[in-house]
């Protein structure tokens, strides 16, 4: 280990090194705030790198994230300073996926860590499928001066997007995604939508594109927008990060009166504050982790937490500017199965078979 990170901080492997590639390398040794000092020291001589950590783990080297960005921020005041590689952590094994270990690793804390940081600095990425995370990773290892953190699980999930798409996404930071709404396309900047739904994060996007089709099968005629989120940054103020969304640009996803019932990967504190500035702001309805559940199934994590597939349609029924035929049967029909599912997880330890081999369908 010791004759690794010494070989990384001397610079790149010379042709005819046998112990290290010259293309790169990987180091592993189960100590966070090690493997995130070998990263800066790794950026440090000019090289990009990813540090990917378990995201409770993550905390380990919180605080050496935040120096760190805090340097980045006053190195580039300096003159004649050439910016250095960013500082690029894959936060994964996440809150929602924790099903398969044995003991707890719930804990989103390092992105409340460092949203508040340098607007000039920070980045955080939520990809909601692998092609946009391909994406978000070759904008993390290729820009400079930045402290990038994505947040990713590692599991087997849903693909969305193509390739092109997900560029599309990632370079937009968020885009309203016609194909899961039932707006009509050509009428969208004329008509308001009934109710918003939005995501950031792989699984809340999943759960909301599972409640948007609950209300387009069961209330067809309520018009319901579908956002995805992948720039978190995106949400502040003009003038408060590089990233944000102007205020046409917010208003085109979000409106300016239309009331959000937004699923979010971790502490639904962490947004409001974001939101700030925005108009508003109170129309937003954050769902997100709140400290509920340990080691159990994935989808029983979600329906702890309330940000289930199942508790955004009932959020979606009382927050929508009206109240749709058949609203009161969907809301019936939700708490049922939330009940059901209730009753199953205990009896056979895994998820109802719908939810389990659950896909997106319009």
Request: one cysteine or more.
């Amino acid at each position: 280990v010791f004759e690794a990170t010494n070989r990384c901080l001397q610079g790149p492997a010379v042709p005819g090194d046998d112990h290290i590639s010259p293309d790169g390398r990987v180091l592993e040794v189960l100590s966070e705030h090690l493997c995130e000092g070998w990263l800066e020291g790794y950026t440090l001589t000019g090289r990009h790198g990813l540090f990917a950590t378990y995201e409770a783990f993550a905390m380990v080297s919180a605080s050496m994230m935040v120096q760190h960005a805090k340097w980045l921020q006053t190195a580039a005041q300096e003159p004649g300073r050439t910016p250095v590689p960013s500082l690029n952590v894959l936060v994964t094994s996440t809150t929602w996926r924790n099903d398969h270990n044995g003991f707890s690793h719930q804990g989103p804390g390092l992105i409340d860590t460092i949203a508040p940081l340098s607007p000039d600095v920070t980045r955080i990425w939520f990809p909601p499928d692998a092609n946009s995370t391909l994406v978000v990773a070759e904008e993390c290892l290729t820009s400079r001066g930045r402290l990038n953190l994505i947040v990713v699980d590692k599991q087997r999930h849903l693909q969305y997007l193509d390739l092109e798409q997900a560029r599309t996404l990632v370079s937009a930071g968020g885009a309203v995604w016609e194909w899961a709404g039932t707006e009509e396309p050509d009428r969208r900047r004329d008509d308001l939508p009934d109710v918003v739904l939005a995501a950031a994060g792989d699984v809340p996007t999943m759960e909301v594109l599972a409640a948007a089709q609950l209300l387009r099968r069961h209330v067809p005629h309520l018009r319901v927008r579908v956002v995805n989120v992948v720039d978190l940054m995106g949400l502040l103020p003009v003038g408060e990060h590089p990233a944000a969304f102007s205020p046409e640009r917010f208003t085109d996803l979000f409106t300016d009166t239309v009331d959000v019932v937004f699923a979010f990967h971790g502490h639904p504190r962490a947004v409001h504050p974001l939101l700030h500035g925005r108009p508003d702001i109170d129309r937003f309805h954050v769902r997100g982790f709140t400290e509920h559940g340990t080691t159990t199934t994935p989808f029983d994590m979600v329906v702890l937490n309330r940000m289930s597939r199942y508790d955004l349609v009932l959020e979606a029924l009382r927050r929508s500017r009206r109240v749709p035929e058949g609203g009161d049967a969907l809301a019936r029909h939700c708490h049922e199965q939330l009940a059901r599912h209730r009753a199953y997880v205990v009896e056979e330890l895994e998820d109802l078979p719908e939810v389990r081999d659950w896909t997106w369908s319009a």
